[in-house]
């Protein structure tokens, strides 16, 4: 499996911005899919994940703010943020796990930096 994040750049505190994740295999074949992020100096974190049958969790900084989603046609995992702060400043990564073998493949990461 293989994930290609797209969608980080540089926004102003306020902004939007939509990172997408484009998976080389089946989102079928996985069971969770989410975003983590880590900024300088501290540990990667969940954001957000989505479970096959929907279910979703966020990570409490991003709550009312980022939204996940998926296209199942497409393989495809998004992350729309909302309402950006400085604090969302890292590098984001997506993740998935492969149900079968429970696996986790990353993606390389797309670096989002919100200036103040």
């Known amino acids: 499996v293989q994930l290609q994040a797209s969608g980080g750049g540089l926004v102003q505190a306020g902004g939007s911005l939509r990172l997408s994740c484009a998976a080389s295999g089946s989102m079928f074949d996985f069971d969770v899919m989410g975003w983590y992020r880590q900024a300088p100096g501290k540990q990667r974190e969940l954001v957000a994940r989505i479970s096959r049958g929907g279910g979703k969790n966020y990570a409490d900084s991003a709550k009312g703010r980022f939204t996940i989603s998926r296209d199942m046609a497409k393989d495809t995992l998004y992350l729309q943020m909302n309402s950006l702060k400085p604090e969302d400043t890292a590098v984001y990564y997506c993740?998935?796990?492969?149900?079968?073998?429970?696996?986790?493949?990353w993606g390389e990461g797309t670096l989002v930096t919100v200036s103040s």
């Open positions: 993740n998935v796990r492969v149900a079968v073998t429970a696996y986790e493949y």
